[in-house]
């Protein structure tokens, strides 16, 4: 059905939505932030981001925004028709242990991991990313993970208001923001690239938050692991590494074929243990242990075995 309305979504989709919308990803939205920050400080313009998670988005959807939003965008009546309908009469159920509560109605919410559901989000966040703009500020829309940038003189002011405008913006929408509150760390948090900028935003107050926001050097981004700072960090790539290593090690002694555990090495542990890698500095003694742990696997096994000759053997 949504490769049916591609071009409806197109009709209104915007750069800035990296999910819900055709030829997208999580890679081209990290990617691009990264550029984004990394060529400020090479150019020594201050610039800084915000994250901004809403908190249980799915969960508190308003789903009568959602069909006028969707019916002002142009969506074909008999497919809005049956998906209100479907949302409508669905019945959710809670479970406590292996016990299953009583069929009952959410008054909001979509479900999460239904395709349809990632393009009525996009669609919920396209008034704030136009809102965000005419602010000058970049945003960034994936489903519920929203992030902005701004550059230039005075960033950190305009950082701040754009900030506070989307707290009052999720307000009206019927949604909060996972923000820090008794001392208890939320989810949204900023950044800078220089350390005046930072200094800075730590003496602001973030819209209705009670607590100062985390001013980071460094995150993880979308499974990437970003890094503002001038220092060597690349943490979330590091534990990645070392997850496959784990998995070779199992890997070795599973009863498959050669070609098996090659096949498993190029399309599972390598993805899995380098996803990101574009963005952050590598270790390289991790690197090496990983190297080493493939040629274990794909090697043959013996003292005296090297890890230069066991790659060259395999091939590609």
Known sequence: RLRELRAWV????????????????????????????????LTHVPSCAASVDIYKCFDQVNRPLVYALARRAGLPGHILGPYRAFLEESQAHFQFGRTIGEAHRARTSIPQGCPF??????????????????????????ADDLLFTTAGEHCDIILAHVFYLTTQFMERAGARLALPENGKPG???????????????????????????????????????????????????????????????????????????????TTHILPRALYGAEATHVAKSRLQDLRSAIANVVGPQSLRASTDLAFALTGR
């Open 10 to 41: 197109q009709s209104w989709a915007h750069p800035a939505h990296h999910a819900g919308v055709p030829a997208k990803s999580a890679t081209d939205a990290w990617y691009s932030t990264a550029l984004e920050l990394e060529h400020s400080r």
């Open 187 to 265: 989810k949204c948090f900023v950044c800078a690239s220089d350390e005046s900028t930072r200094a800075l935003l730590r003496q602001f107050r973030w819209g209705d938050a009670r607590d100062p926001l985390p001013v980071r050097t460094a995150f993880r981004d979308l499974g990437a692991h970003l890094n503002v700072s001038c220092k060597v960090d690349g943490s979330t790539l590091t534990a990645r590494i070392r997850s496959a290593v784990v998995a070779l090690g199992r890997l070795r002694h599973v009863p498959v074929s050669h070609a098996h555990k090659v096949t498993a090495v």
């Open 117 to 142: 559901s990632m393009v009525m989000i996009a669609l919920l966040t396209l008034p704030w990313i136009r809102l965000v703009q005419r602010e000058g500020a970049h945003p960034r829309v994936l």
